[in-house]
T-cell receptor, first 114, second 113 residues
């Protein structure tokens, strides 16, 4: 069974640029959630995708957008990068109704905005 | 609005000691609570998940308890080892949400050899 994978591992961008982060869900999981974790803080929920539709969204501006593909992999896109977007971006997959809705996390993508 | 707090923010204990990490939440209407471990610069590893109808869960040297009425959960680590050094985070799934987790800021644990 393959776990959750994310790419790239690290990324450096400059303010104003755009970035795309990728996530492959664990085998058999059809739901993907994205979180932002600033240094020294707990993760903050960005949004969740279920069967290719956005299923819920946290308090993040529209320049944070996402996609889910038929194979349940997902992308997080951030436009007009700001310095405060520097963080660890975590992806989690789960299967609604299965295994108590437990979320399984990938290793994260460390984004640095200069 | 659900808020999750973890105290202390950091803890350092000698190897071999038993220890307790605390997590409190403001709204008792939760679906479940999950404890995670995070190593420096890494992702999150799920340790234990407790459903709202359960009082505790155990895995090896770890035991997590849940008291919904008081808004508290504890993670008990027995016979601590240097390899247990990490940041431990708790997260709750609100009862009115089927998608997001609300997180504490974590407790950074250091086990001294």
């Amino acid at each position: 069974e393959t776990g959750v994978t994310q790419s790239p591992t690290h990324l450096i961008k400059t303010r104003g640029q755009q970035v795309t982060l990728r996530c492959s869900s664990q085998s058999g999981h059809n739901t993907v959630s994205w979180y932002q974790q600033a240094l020294g803080q707990g993760p903050q929920f960005i949004f969740q995708y279920y069967r290719e539709e956005e299923n819920g969204r946290g308090n993040f501006p529209p320049r944070f957008s996402g996609l889910q593909f038929p194979n349940y992999s997902s992308e997080l896109n951030v436009n007009a990068l700001e310095l405060d977007d520097s963080a660890l971006y975590l992806c989690a997959s789960s299967s609604p109704g299965g295994s108590y809705n437990e979320q399984f996390f990938g290793p994260g993508t460390r984004l640095t905005v200069l | 609005k659900q808020e999750v707090t973890q105290i202390p923010a950091a803890l350092s204990v000698p190897e071999g000691e038993n220890l307790v990490l605390n997590c409190s939440f403001t709204d008792s209407a939760i679906y479940n609570l999950q404890w995670f471990r995070q190593d420096p610069g890494k992702g999150l590893t799920s340790l234990l998940l407790i459903q709202s109808s359960q009082r505790e869960q155990t895995s090896g040297r770890l035991n997590a308890s849940l008291d919904k009425s008081s808004g508290r959960s504890t993670l008990y680590i027995a016979a601590s080892q240097p390899g247990d050094s990490a940041t431990y985070l708790c997260a709750v799934r609100p009862g009115d949400s089927n998608y997001q987790l609300i997180w504490g800021a974590g407790t950074k644990l250091i086990i001294k050899p």
